[in-house]
């Protein structure tokens, strides 16, 4: 993978938005080449929405194109959800 990483060329606007648990066979490749937002999520979607929006800086969120807010606000929402279910998981 990270050998294939390393050859592949996106097109210039391609972005990736991948929610993760901490995990030891993760690629460190992918994590280096990536901008991570890492958090310990307090419980439910609200608040864990709340939670992620707070840790990014305000001025990346005030200096983008309204998608650029909406995608931010997406990735957190898109996150919050999958913590959440994972609670309820066997």
Do not use: M
Not at 37 to 59: C, F, N
Not at 62 to 87: K, P
């Amino acid at each position: 993978l990270e050998k294939k990483l390393h050859t592949l060329t996106p097109q210039s606007g391609f972005c990736l938005f991948l929610t993760s648990d901490i995990h030891p066979k993760l690629p460190t490749a992918l994590l280096r080449t990536s901008d991570l937002v890492v958090s310990d999520t307090p419980t439910g979607i609200k608040a864990t929405v709340k939670h992620i929006l707070h840790g990014i800086p305000s001025t990346r969120l005030n200096n983008g194109v309204a998608e650029q807010r909406r995608l931010f606000l997406l990735a957190a929402w898109f996150h919050a959800v999958v913590i959440e279910r994972l609670r309820y998981a066997p």
